[in-house]
């Protein structure tokens, strides 16, 4: 597959020693092994013959080789990766994971849209302004819930407003649609409303309405839900844009932990506000996708400084997080934390040793020698001195 996206690109045209593959090789074990430089990673490779062999590499690459190529060769080529492999995998993603399943919409297809912004050094990252004296980057990223698994990414200047950092935010019909309200847009929810998509947003603070009916609230169960209404958008632009003839529901939940009152807009007038209300929650799970791969993969320390190997460096972190994902889900026969995962493959990696060892036989806890060792080591009591 890697071979079929570096012919598309011609990315190894004029490389007769650093090839694509290369590449990919020495940034994946660098997000493994949580390299912080380029001489980290060339050190780590070149740390045995055997594990350079084992790579399938004919020598660890040179610092100055890897930036080089961080500089020259188009990230698009691990862009198209990624998409490829999402694709290909897309059937066992699905089968192999069990996110928390809403009973009245089982079955439908929910995208999460969201955003996260990593922090650069503008001295050193002059390209990627964001405020006076400070540098970043924003990854916009649509996130399937039956994967469990970011599909669409896009990589932007931090400044780039998160309702057009995604080409795509009208999907197929039936679709479901959770966001912020950082994408709370009239025209965008008449697009959706025409193309039979369910949008669930926070409906924003200044927002002109007018109540049509109010629905009854169960007594004895959801206390958390306070009310239930039906709205109609009544401010000069949305009647100008026309989603001001569209009938709305606006739930109000009440978040105990943050003390707080949370508006819910959404153009389905139909299911439970329970319903509504955990659709809503299921944000949380893009939130912890972009947690797990802020701690647990290198997106926040980068290796090269130019724009093309800041977003080459995140594709193959996007890489490394969906084959970490195969692994656990299709070999690991019991639930791992992902940082606790990560952890152990990070440990294990240069014993070349199989997945399904790695995965279903190391643990925590003592190990006992069980026989003679072939080889033992003597050690002198003089031996530093």
Same mark, same amino acid.
């Given at each position: 597959?890697?071979?079929?996206?570096?012919?598309?690109?011609?990315?190894?045209?004029?490389?007769?020693?650093?090839?694509?593959?290369?590449?990919?090789?020495?940034?994946?074990?660098?997000?493994?092994?949580?390299?912080?430089?380029?001489?980290?990673?060339?050190?780590?490779?070149?740390?045995?013959?055997?594990?350079?062999?084992?790579?399938?590499?004919?020598?660890?690459?040179?610092?100055?080789?890897?930036?080089?190529?961080?500089?020259?060769?188009?990230?698009?080529?691990?862009?198209?990766?990624?998409?490829?492999?999402?694709?290909?995998?897309?059937?066992?993603?699905?089968?192999?994971?069990?996110?928390?399943?809403?009973?009245?919409?089982?079955?439908?297809?929910? *995208?999460?849209?969201?955003?996260? $912004? =990593?922090?650069?050094?503008?001295?050193?990252? !002059? &390209?990627?302004?964001?405020?006076? %004296?400070?540098?970043?980057?924003?990854?916009?990223?649509?996130?399937?819930?039956?994967?469990?698994?970011?599909?669409?990414?896009?990589?932007?200047?931090?400044?780039?407003?998160?309702?057009?950092?995604?080409?795509?935010?009208?999907?197929?019909?039936?679709?479901?649609?959770?966001?912020?309200?950082?994408?709370?847009?009239?025209?965008?929810?008449?697009?959706?409303?025409?193309?039979?998509?369910?949008?669930?947003?926070?409906?924003?603070?200044?927002?002109?309405?007018?109540?049509?009916?109010?629905?009854?609230?169960?007594?004895?169960?959801?206390?958390?839900?306070?009310?239930?209404?039906?709205?109609?958008?009544?401010?000069?632009?949305?009647?100008?844009?026309?989603?001001?003839?569209?009938?709305?529901?606006?739930?109000?939940?009440? *978040?105990?932990?943050?003390?707080? $009152? =949370?508006?819910?807009?959404?153009?389905?007038? !139909? &299911?439970?506000?329970?319903?509504? %209300?955990?659709?809503?929650?299921?944000?949380?799970?893009?939130?912890?996708?972009?947690?797990?791969?802020?701690?647990?993969?290198?997106?926040?320390?980068?290796?090269?400084?130019?724009?093309?190997?800041?977003?080459?460096?995140?594709?193959?972190?996007?890489?490394?997080?969906?084959?970490?994902?195969?692994?656990?889900?299709?070999?690991?026969?019991?639930?791992?934390?992902?940082?606790?995962?990560?952890?152990?493959?990070?440990?294990?990696?240069?014993?070349?040793?199989?997945?399904?060892?790695?995965?279903?036989?190391?643990?925590?806890?003592?190990?006992?020698?069980?026989?003679?060792?072939?080889?033992?080591?003597?050690?002198?009591?003089?031996?530093?001195?």
């Amino acid at each position: 597959m890697l071979a079929r996206c570096t012919e598309a690109h011609k990315s190894d045209k004029g490389r007769s020693r650093y090839k694509t593959f290369d590449q990919f090789v020495a940034l994946t074990f660098g997000q493994l092994n949580k390299c912080f430089t380029l001489s980290d990673i060339s050190t780590g490779i070149g740390v045995s013959e055997t594990f350079i062999s084992s790579l399938g590499l004919n020598q660890s690459p040179a610092r100055s080789t890897m930036s080089d190529g961080n500089k020259k060769r188009n990230y698009k080529v691990f862009e198209t990766l990624y998409d490829r492999l999402l694709s290909h995998y897309s059937h066992i993603l699905s089968k192999r994971y069990q996110s928390h399943i809403i009973k009245e919409i089982e079955d439908r297809s929910i *995208k999460l849209i969201d955003s996260t $912004i =990593i922090s650069l050094c503008l001295s050193m990252f !002059d &390209w990627a302004k964001f405020r006076t %004296a400070k540098g970043g980057i924003k990854i916009h990223t649509c996130w399937d819930d039956t994967m469990m698994i970011p599909d669409v990414v896009n990589i932007t200047l931090a400044k780039l407003h998160d309702r057009y950092g995604l080409e795509q935010l009208v999907f197929a019909k039936g679709t479901i649609i959770v966001e912020d309200r950082a994408y709370f847009d009239f025209l965008l929810m008449l697009q959706r409303v025409k193309a039979e998509n369910v949008f669930v947003t926070r409906i924003k603070t200044n927002t002109v309405y007018e109540t049509i009916a109010e629905l009854e609230l169960p007594n004895d169960t959801d206390q958390d839900i306070l009310r239930d209404e039906i709205i109609k958008l009544s401010g000069n632009k949305a009647i100008k844009t026309g989603i001001g003839e569209v009938r709305l529901r606006l739930v109000h939940v009440y *978040k105990a932990d943050e003390n707080k $009152i =949370i508006e819910i807009i959404t153009n389905q007038l !139909d &299911w439970t506000a329970r319903t509504i %209300a955990d659709l809503y929650k299921k944000r949380w799970d893009i939130e912890l996708f972009f947690k797990a791969i802020k701690q647990n993969l290198q997106i926040k320390t980068f290796v090269g400084t130019s724009k093309n190997a800041v977003k080459s460096q995140i594709y193959i972190a996007l890489i490394t997080y969906l084959l970490l994902q195969l692994i656990v889900r299709t070999i690991a026969k019991k639930k791992y934390a992902f940082s606790n995962f990560v952890e152990k493959i990070r440990i294990c990696l240069t014993f070349c040793l199989t997945l399904y060892y790695v995965c279903n036989q190391v643990g925590e806890g003592a190990k006992k020698i069980r026989g003679k060792p072939q080889e033992e080591l003597a050690f002198r009591t003089d031996l530093f001195s």
